[in-house]
């Protein structure tokens, strides 16, 4: 059972930046793939970006793309999302989410969620 939990949440103005970090219970992290997804208010949860194991060839959602930057520390068993130029869209709950496959099928694990809220 992997255990997730979110942290880096917060209030930032249109055009700044924000880092998302998740932390992994999980001594095998380093087989997993990670994901980050979001859900804004009223709407259904949606694919951010993803990383395999070994840290390259990310993926991302076309919304993010150069943007965002998933990135991972297996050492640590961390995962990190660096959104910048935020837009006011980019508002809501960030979960951080793990797959055993890549590319990815099937996100079983899940954090809490952390809230990242745009103004604009």
């Known amino acids: 059972q992997v255990q997730l939990v979110e942290s880096g949440g917060g209030s930032v103005q249109a055009g700044g930046s924000l880092r998302v970090s998740c932390v992994a219970s999980e001594r095998t992290f380093s087989r997993y793939t990670m994901g980050w997804f979001r859900q804004a208010p009223g709407k259904e949860r949606e694919f951010v970006a993803a990383?395999?194991?070994?840290?390259?060839?990310?993926i991302y959602a076309d919304s993010v793309k150069g943007r965002f930057t998933i990135s991972r520390d297996n050492a640590k068993n961390s995962v990190s999302l660096q959104m910048n130029s935020l837009k006011f869209e980019d508002t809501a709950v960030y979960y951080c989410?793990?797959?055993?496959?890549?590319?990815?099928?099937?996100?079983?694990?899940w954090g809490q969620g952390t809230q990242v809220t745009v103004s604009s």
């Open positions: 990383v395999r194991w070994s840290g390259d060839r990310p």
């Open positions: 989410a793990a797959d055993r496959n890549w590319p990815p099928r099937a996100f079983d694990y």
